[in-house]
């Protein structure tokens, strides 16, 4: 798929998005920017060229790594054993079918849902799915079940991975963990679940498995960079002024004036996050923030969903080594976009080790946001093979994710330091 050709699901999206006053021209182009780290409709799993926006550059989030040829290359099988997973969500994004469930040797897909039929039938048919469900909650109490990946929209992925832990079921979690004014309870509440469960929860952050994270991560554990003094991440996105869609629970369409709408940008802090907490596991322990106004007018001076005036936040955390982490989200700055950053340690990089990313099996290609969903699913299906502890474990997924939602809150407060609350198992 590409910009010029939408799939008939986002023909649908772009019906309701002309019944919401925008035109089919003004979504596609927005799609440029839209699709940015959205890994839009289906394009994880292809083999295509990387989507380009309207100005002919690659969409942030398809630049590398997208089916690497050498990805199974040294490949060994752990198991024989297959997963039982059932897959929630369908919408913009298509992520239900983006992270190669139906591809992995160890995985059968025995179940899908969507709310919304047609999405739910779609998801179905993509990873070979034979039961369909008409919510997740019901497809939870399929006892058949061991494992849940949850790709619905952010606002439903705690209430959803608590109520799966608590059937137990081994949860995986698109991004944020936990979302907005209930993050710091829903936070509380996940944590008890992992902890009374004994079963998997890992969150799907992609920029865990981005090359270059991941390669610093293997310096970080084997000592080569000391202590992180300074670290920094970014997730800039210029949504542009007709804003983003998603899902909107009200009426169960995907639309403008859906979760995204006016979103703060530090409840959706992950893909910048990591570039402390997914190389280190160590932790944001205070956090002071500064907003910009929003430039669009769905932020509407705070007059909106989300009480949330800024369009661009920026927030200077302590780290739990005695370092500084920068971390920055903004949907309206000009000339900035990607998800990126970097860490600077005590000592130099070592070229002597090893940073490559671990081998997928056959037909699990790495895949989009950085060459990372294959990478994200094989772990938390080896996590639950070998007993092993998920790449992206409810610690990390909370330090953050209550990171952003800490930080938000400082910005409101024009830059109060601020401490983040703290789960370890
Ligand atoms: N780089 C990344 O990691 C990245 C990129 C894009 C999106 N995401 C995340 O992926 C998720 C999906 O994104 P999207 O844009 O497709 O979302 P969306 O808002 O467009 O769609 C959500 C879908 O979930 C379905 N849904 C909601 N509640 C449900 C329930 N209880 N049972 C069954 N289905 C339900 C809705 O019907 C809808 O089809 C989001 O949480 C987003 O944060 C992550």
């Not at 699709?35 to 380009?52: D, F, W, Y």
Request: charged share 20%; hydrophobic share 35%.
């Amino acid at each position: 798929m590409n910009n010029e050709e939408p799939s008939s699901e986002n023909n649908n999206l772009i019906e309701n998005l002309e019944q919401n006053g925008l035109s089919r021209r003004g979504f596609l182009h927005g799609m440029g920017g839209l699709g940015a780290m959205l890994g839009m409709g289906g394009l994880a799993g292809s083999a295509g060229a990387a989507p380009k926006d309207a100005d002919g550059k690659v969409i942030p989030g398809f630049e590398k790594g997208q089916n690497d040829p050498n990805a199974a290359k040294g490949w060994q099988s752990v198991s024989d054993r297959k997963v039982k997973v059932g897959i929630a969500g369908y919408g913009l994004c298509q992520f239900g079918a983006a992270f190669f469930y139906q591809n992995h040797p160890n995985v059968e897909v025995v179940a899908a849902t969507d709310l919304d039929p047609g999405r739910c039938a779609a998801l179905a048919q993509a990873v070979g799915a034979k039961k369909t469900y008409p919510s997740c909650e019901e497809m939870i109490k399929d006892k058949n079940i061991e494992a849940i990946y949850i790709a619905t929209d952010a606002p439903s992925h705690a209430r959803l991975a608590i109520m799966a832990l608590e059937h137990g079921k081994h949860v995986c979690s698109a991004v944020p963990a936990v979302f907005g004014f209930q993050a710091e309870d829903e936070a509380e509440k996940l944590f008890n679940a992992v902890k009374k469960s004994g079963m998997k929860y890992m969150m799907n952050e992609t920029s865990a498995f981005h090359a270059d994270l991941y390669a610093k991560r293997m310096q970080f554990q084997a000592g080569a960079l000391g202590k992180i003094i300074y670290s920094e991440g970014e997730y800039w996105h210029d949504f542009g002024p007709n804003g983003l869609p998603g899902y909107n629970p009200k009426n169960g369409k995907i639309e403008l004036d859906g979760w995204r709408k006016a979103l703060p940008p530090m409840w959706y802090p992950t893909h910048a996050a990591a570039y402390y907490v997914s190389i280190t596991g160590g932790r944001f322990t205070e956090v002071s923030a500064l907003g910009t106004p929003g430039l669009y007018p769905e932020y509407n001076g705070g007059d909106n969903q989300h009480k949330n005036p800024f369009g661009t936040e920026i927030a200077l955390f302590k780290t739990s080594e005695g370092g500084i982490s920068r971390i920055g989200g903004s949907w309206d700055m000009k000339d900035a976009h990607g998800e990126q950053g970097r860490v600077h340690g005590q000592k130099p990089h070592n070229n002597a080790i090893k940073g490559d990313r671990p081998p997928l099996p056959p037909g699990v290609n790495s895949g989009d946001h950085g060459g990372s969903h294959g990478h994200l699913t094989n772990n938390f299906i080896e996590s639950i093979l070998l007993d092993k502890t998920p790449i992206v474990h409810v610690g990390d997924a909370l330090n953050m994710t209550l990171g952003g939602v800490i930080a938000h809150k400082s910005a409101l407060k024009g830059g109060e330091w601020m401490k983040i609350p703290q789960y370890e198992l």
